[in-house]
């Protein structure tokens, strides 16, 4: 599975932005697709994910409420709605995805197998 990430920029505090992951395929009805994002001299944190079949979503607790994360099922792309964009929220952001993902371990780097590139979000105060 290859994924493709774009959308990153630079944007004022308060803005939004919009970052899309297209997938070249999916490989089972229990997929899970999923935003994690690194800031420089620290660890990759998770942001945001979604269940493809049931469209379950998840979120840390950093971006509730600001972030959105839906899926186009006929583009096979995730999409991650950033509204009232902080300086903090600036940071390389990657989309991941993987198969049967049980509940705990969906906010964990190491539980995804496809990684697409990152793309970087700058958000300036």
């Known amino acids: 599975v290859q994924l493709q990430a774009s959308g990153g920029g630079l944007v004022q505090a308060g803005g939004t932005l919009r970052l899309s992951c297209a997938a070249s395929?999916?490989?089972?009805?229990?997929?899970?697709m999923g935003w994690f994002r690194q800031a420089p001299g620290k660890e990759r944190e998770f942001v945001a994910a979604i269940r493809w079949s049931s469209r379950i979503t998840y979120y840390a607790d950093s971006v509730k409420g600001r972030f959105i994360i839906s899926r186009d099922n006929a583009k096979n792309t995730v999409y991650l709605q950033m509204n009232s964009l902080k300086p903090e929220d600036t940071a390389l952001y990657y989309c991941?995805?993987?198969?049967?993902?049980?509940?705990?371990?969906?906010?964990?780097?190491?539980?995804?197998?496809?990684w697409g590139q990152g793309t970087l979000v700058t958000v300036s105060s």
């Open positions: 395929r999916r490989t089972s009805s229990n997929y899970v």
């Open positions: 991941a995805a993987d198969n049967n993902l049980i509940t705990s371990t969906i906010q964990s780097a190491s539980a995804y197998d496809y």
